[in-house]
């Protein structure tokens, strides 16, 4: 089974904000997804406010996470964009996918 990644991009009219609602799973492998879709968000509205909002995922791997916001962070620097706002859950949720594994792992 792979770990499922979906995006819900919401954009104001006016181009203030962009909202992109995570759901599945943000891991190592699935970020590249992701940052193309903020990179994105960020040349779209230059100067508004772009949330990343993980909250709805069902998993979310720290890895993945810090390779997300390293590069958002690189490309900040770079194009000179606004800093991108990332709201996670506390503690970061996993899914079933990775408790099979670890289960059969522990074994
Ligand atoms: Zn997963």
Known sequence: MNHHLSVTVRVDLDLSTVRLAV???????????????????????????????LTGSSHVEATGLNLLRAAVDHDEDDS???PVLFVVPEPLPFCAITGAVATVSVR
């Open 23 to 53: 759901t599945g799973c943000l891991t190592e492998d699935s970020y590249p997804s992701l940052l193309a879709l903020t990179l994105r968000a960020r040349s779209l509205t230059p100067s508004g406010q772009i949330t990343v909002d």
């Open 80 to 82: 000179n964009g606004r």
